[in-house]
Nanobody
């Protein structure tokens, strides 16, 4: 059973940065796809970025490339999302999520995620 706990959210002004963390347990890296989603009020949940196989491959939603960086510290069993140049439209609840897959390419899509954290709120003011 994979368990995920997010932290690091908060309030920041536009142009600022935040780093989200996701402490993960109950898994092995082999076949693990883990990443971030976000959901703004009244909106659907959107895929942000994922990482596969202990950090060997990363995937990003195109609009967020260049501003967001996903990484993984295997020694700490922690996933990160570095968010720079934040905009008010980045305001959302951010969720850590994971799924087990034997195909790395399956990590490039935002469906089929089985395990979810409770979320951490990010608020960007203009």
């Amino acid at each position: 059973q994979v368990q995920l706990v997010e932290s690091g959210g908060g309030a920041v002004q536009a142009g600022g940065s935040l780093r989200l963390s996701c402490a993960a347990s109950g898994y092995t890296y082999s076949g693990l796809c883990i990443g971030w989603f976000r959901q703004a009020p009244g909106e659907e949940r959107d895929w942000v970025a994922t990482i596969y196989g202990g950090g060997s491959t990363t995937y990003y939603a195109d609009p967020l490339k260049g501003r967001f960086t996903i990484s993984q510290d295997n020694a700490k069993n922690t996933l990160y999302l570095q968010m720079n140049s934040l905009k008010p439209e980045d305001t959302a609840m951010y969720y850590c999520a994971a799924k087990l897959t034997l195909r790395g390419s399956a990590c490039a899509v935002g469906s089929g995620f089985t395990y979810w954290g409770q979320g951490t709120q990010v608020t960007v003011s203009s």
